[in-house]
């Protein structure tokens, strides 16, 4: 699967990009994320890519232009195994669910904002949808874009280690989230006379009960 990433600060993908199930993933071939520099369709000579906005107001806004543009290069437009994502705070929320049929398109690419905005007829015109991941401001669109692409990867075939680790965690099945885990040692002392200990039935060996206690422990809202 291919992700395309436009933003003014390209660097910022290096290093979350470069580690852990990403990088592997995409050394394995499992996933091409290419991230562009918006500057690089820019008209202005001095690579500009923002303006004043009409009607006033504070800050500064994202031109249409260079999105236009770059779209166009990347012959993401009008694309139906293509989706176009603008990273927005008045986005509609990003869920599991949401992950798991952006990892069905082909190549997913995802526009960044910065500033007080992005020009409404990128929204309009160029982008299939708007995505938030919370109810909240950011200084830009790059984490948010970072978090889309760690979700959708994890449901693209060969990304993970083992495809059974998506059937039972948290929103797998909307609102529920996944039982509590444990790990060893089977007792833990911070201090003397203090004990957290692993529920006894996760040590009973019995696979019948743990299921049990595993479905029980599932929390739903």
Known sequence: MRFDILTIFPKMFDGYFGESIIKRARAGKKLDIRVHDLRRWSADKHRKVDD?????????VMGVGPFYRALKFLKALTNRSTRVILMSAKGKRFTHAD??????????VLLCGRYEGVDERVAQHLADEEISIGD???????LAAMVVVDAVARHVPGVLGKAESLKEESHAEEGVTEYPQYT????FSPKRGVKWSVPNVLMSGDHKKIAE???MQRRCG
Request: hydrophobic share 35%; aromatic share 12%.
């Open 136 to 142: 909240f401001v950011l200084t830009g669109g790059e």
């Open 184 to 187: 060893r040692p089977e007792v």
């Open 52 to 60: 004043r906005p009409f009607g006033g107001g504070p800050g500064m």
């Open 99 to 108: 992950a798991v049929r952006l990892a069905k398109y082909k190549r997913v």
């Open 213 to 215: 206690w595993r479905n």
